[in-house]
């Protein structure tokens, strides 16, 4: 009977504690940082421009699953490059990505200045790039430049018409374990990356 109870007694005092601390250890993964973030390389790497459908389409290489990036603690700056003995390693590993907008309005495109009575528009086979801010941070577009004859999208001559960029709002959210220089852990967080893929112009009327 007295060893009933003794395990009995056992099981009250400790079930509290084992509670506690899952509940700690729940609050801790929830209270983890997520930051909307610049990335430390270019998001806008073009594949390819082509046309399809009637439109002008620019083809962006994906984001990476993982890479490390060295953050210098007295100039701020981060570069993906070999190890630097004074610099923090950041390690991110992509959790998710998502479509915020499958045809977002990313602005005008930098080669028109104001509206035109045009029957059509020039786009060259390269590409030209510009920044825009979006809900999660800045990003860099990619979109044929104009000029050239590469392609030719026809617009209504009898409306003042404007060549703008739409395309895909993507966002990509990395897990970062971060460590010292001496390899020694220090915190994980969240980075969310704004990026574009899919770009292409489109005819906007007044």
């Not at 577009?141 to 999208?153: E, F, P, R």
Request: proline letters at 5%.
């Amino acid at each position: 009977m007295k060893k009933i109870c003794l395990a009995l007694l056992c099981t009250i005092l400790v079930l509290p504690l084992f509670l506690f601390n899952q509940t700690v250890a729940l609050g801790a993964q929830g209270d983890i940082e997520t930051l909307n973030s610049t990335p430390p390389f270019d998001t806008n790497v073009v594949l390819e421009t082509k046309e399809v459908d009637g439109k002008v389409v620019t083809i962006y290489e994906d984001l990476p699953d993982t890479f490390s990036v060295n953050a210098n603690q007295e100039t701020g700056e981060q570069s993906i490059s070999p190890l630097c003995a004074t610099c923090n390693q950041k390690v991110y590993t992509k959790v998710n990505t998502w479509t915020e907008s499958s045809d977002y309005n990313f602005g005008w495109h930098p080669g028109f200045s104001g509206y035109n009575r045009a029957s059509g528009y020039w786009f060259s086979t390269s590409s030209v790039s510009f920044s825009v801010s979006v809900s999660y941070g800045p990003l860099s577009v990619s979109i044929a430049d104009a000029g050239g004859n590469g392609y030719y999208i026809s617009a209504d001559y009898s409306q003042w018409s404007r060549p703008a960029v739409f395309g895909k709002y993507i966002v990509t959210k990395y897990k970062v374990d971060e460590y010292n220089p001496a390899g020694i852990f220090l915190k994980t967080y969240y980075e969310n990356y704004p990026s574009a893929q899919s770009t292409y112009v489109k005819i906007l009327y007044k």
